[in-house]
Structures are given as structure tokens and as C-alpha cells.
DNA sequence: TTTCATACTATAGTTTATGATAGCACTATA
DNA sequence: TATAGTGCTATCATAAACTATAGTATGAAA
């Protein structure tokens, strides 16, 4: 016996575990800011606290671990002296341009669109 | 005097803010499944309750007021008895379309990343 | 009169995310 | 010997997000 309603409820269950499948590597407050900042070129850790505003060490070491996981961010430690250590964005990283730029636009849109609203 | 690295740090932030400003009204556990839930066909409170798996009623309600408040979502009621209450996306929330679609896509690619990677 | 369905809201508590502050190990330079 | 720069980590405190449980109001039906 089929039965629309179950259905939907599947197809829309499928959907739902994606998109938060990859809120899930995307969310909290530092990681996008901080894969933004590297799609300027690497950079070390103490270049990044001092270019994404009101950072933490805490945070910006505790998330860069975070993506290094999730295969995001490389890590390479230079043994000159002192100890250099170089972050970059992955070849895989560079999958979520796609979603960087929609989320971008959307935010640029929403913001006028407020903007807007408040001037009427 | 230009300075290269305070005009990269100005471009920087201006590509993380409007992603932070998306990212605001997107964020948390529940409002892009209370969105694409709603991408099927408008709901009653107890059927969005029901079909998004261990949502609390007091969830549902407080992001359904704030996604009201964004305009995304919108808030019909039936003076039916017992009362009906009708929720439905609006005509806005479909330039999210796009930025659901490119999440989701990410999202499926990077569990069959891991998914594949485990096999090996 | 009790129960049920509608759509919530109130209160309290737990868990997770983030912040503030300090300190470590290394070595060069003053 | 003291200080400074490198890249962190540890501890504790606070804030934000979320959960659990119960209760409100309406009116119909049993």
C-alpha cells in the first residue's frame, strides 16, 4: 500500500542529512572565516590570529585541528628556527567554492535586502 | 604607502562577513531541516513536529518565529476549530534554493569521501 | 465530566561552544 | 641573565544552544 505522506517523508529526510552533514564541518563561528582567510594564500598561525578579527588562540588552534581532520586544511611545519608552522587551504578545500560563493551572495542580498527594508 | 598585506586583510574580511550574515540565519541544528521540509508543500505545526526526527515543540516554535522574523518563512492561521496554524516558505526563501543545493551537494560528496576512504 | 486535538509557552536543567588568562618549550638576541 | 618571538596547550569561567517536562487555552466528542 503506498503512502504519500511516508513517501515525502523519506525524500525529505534525504535531503535533510546532507546539508547538515556538511553544516556539521562548516558551523560554528570560526571555521569558513578562517578557510576564507586562507584562500588568500597560506599562512602561519600567528599571521591568521592577527588577520581574523577577535580570534582566539584557543579557537583558532582547537578549529585548525578541526579541518585538518576533515581534510581541509594542511599543515606543514618548517624546522627553521624558530619553529615556522604553514597553513594552507587543501585541493579539497578548494570543493567548497562552490558553496563559499552561493552563501556569499545570499548573505550580500540579505543584507540589502535589510537595508532596504529599513530605509521604506 | 601601499601595503599589500592590510589591502588583502581588507578584501578578507569583506568576503567573510556576508558568509558570517548567511551563516547567522542559517545556523543551528534545525532551520534548514524546518526550510526543506517546508520545500515539499506548507505544514501545520504537528506534522513539522512529527516529520523532523527529535525536534522539541519548543524548537520548532522558536525557529519558526525566527525565520518569520527573517522572512522566510511564513505564518497562516485558519480560525478553524480546533485552531489551524499553516506554515509555508516564502517567495524569498527561495533564493535559498540555491545555497540548500550546493550544501547538499557538498554534503553528499564528503560522506562518500570518507565513506570510500574507510574502505581503503 | 473527562479526554482529545489543536498550537503552542514556561521553567528549569544540561550540554556544547566560546572566551579569558596564563604558561610551556625552544632559541636568538640584548 | 632577561626578554622576545615562534606555536601552541591547560585550566577555569561564561554564554549560547538545546532538551525535558509540564502546563495553557479552546472547544468538540465520549
Redesign the pocket.
Known sequence: MKDITHLEHGQCLGMIRPVTDALDVL????KLPIIISLTFGSK????M?REIP????????????DLEMNGLVQ?V?HDS???????SMTEYAHTLDNVIQTLREWGINHRKRYTEADKV
Open positions: 558551523s560554528g563561528k570560526w602561519r598561525f600567528s599571521e590570529a577577535k580570534i582566539t588562540d584557543r579557537m583558532l588552534s582547537k578549529e585548525l585541528r599543515r611545519v628556527i624558530p619553529v615556522v608552522v604553514e597553513y
